[in-house]
C-alpha cells in the first residue's frame, strides 16, 4: 500500500528504484535530458545486431526529432542505474544484468502509475531482443503479432537518441564506453541506466499526444 503523503512524490519513487535493485537513482527535470541525432547512429551494425530485427530498435522508434516533442511533456525523470562488473558484459552472462534494467523499468513504471503519474513511461538499456528472443524472430514486427513480452520489452534510451553519457554525467555518475574489442581488465566500471518519465499528462497537445498513442499501440 502506498502511503497518501507519498502520491505524486518523485522522491518516492526514486526510493523504489532502489528497493527494486538499482545502485542508485537521480531525480532530474525532464527538459535537461540530452537527445542527439548521432546518438541512434550508434545503434546501426556493427556496433549493433539488433538495428532493424525488433520493435524497440531503431528504425521503428521515434526519432530524436519525436523524441525531443515528446519529452518536452514531461515534467521529471527519475534516472536509474545498476553497477556491475566490466568482465560480465563480456561472458556467457551478459545479457543477465540488461534483463535485470528491464525488469526494474517495467516496475517502475507500473509503481509510477500506482502514484497518480498516468502517463508515465520507462526506457531501459540495450535492445530487448538478445534478452528475451535472443533465438527467435520479433513478433511484434509480423503483420498481427504482438510483442511476446509486452509489460516488459521497451525501448533504450539511445535508441530515441538519448546522449545518456552526457546525462549520467550531470548527475555525478562516473561512465566508461565499452566496445567489443575493449580489455574488461582495463575498464575501471560498468554500469547500465534506465528512465522512468513522469507528468500530469494534462499538459499534451496534440503533435504530443500524436506521438504518446503510437508509442502506446506499438507496445
Not at 51 to 60: K, Q, V
Not at 176 to 192: C, E, F, G, N, V
Request: positive net charge; glycine residues 6%; charged residues 25%.
Amino acid at each position: 500500500m502506498i502511503p497518501k503523503k507519498s502520491a505524486m512524490n518523485p522522491q518516492f519513487l526514486q526510493q523504489e528504484a532502489i528497493r527494486l535493485g538499482a545502485t542508485d537513482s537521480k531525480v532530474i527535470n525532464a527538459k535537461d535530458i540530452p537527445i542527439e541525432d548521432a546518438i541512434v547512429e550508434m545503434c546501426r551494425p556493427p556496433a549493433c545486431d539488433s538495428y532493424g530485427t525488433c520493435a524497440n530498435c531503431p528504425p521503428f522508434v521515434m526519432t530524436p526529432k519525436e523524441a525531443r516533442i515528446w519529452i518536452s511533456h514531461f515534467d521529471k525523470g527519475i534516472f536509474f542505474k545498476i553497477d556491475l562488473e566490466p568482465e560480465l558484459l563480456f561472458s556467457e552472462r551478459q545479457f543477465r544484468p540488461f534483463e535485470r534494467i528491464f525488469r526494474i523499468a517495467s516496475q517502475l513504471e507500473q509503481r509510477s502509475k500506482e502514484l497518480g503519474w498516468k502517463h508515465s513511461w520507462t526506457l531501459a538499456a540495450g535492445s530487448c531482443k538478445p534478452v528475451f528472443c535472443p533465438d527467435a524472430p520479433c513478433e511484434a514486427l509480423i503483420d498481427g503479432g504482438k510483442c511476446r513480452f509486452p509489460d516488459l520489452a521497451r525501448p533504450s534510451m539511445e535508441a530515441i537518441g538519448i546522449n545518456v553519457f552526457r546525462l549520467a554525467g550531470k548527475v555525478g555518475w562516473s561512465i566508461h564506453r565499452i566496445t567489443r574489442a575493449a580489455d574488461p581488465k582495463q575498464i575501471p566500471s560498468a554500469m547500465l541506466a534506465g528512465i522512468v518519465l513522469i507528468c500530469t499528462g494534462n499538459n499534451l497537445n496534440d503533435p504530443q499526444r500524436q506521438i504518446f498513442e503510437k508509442i502506446k499501440q506499438n507496445k
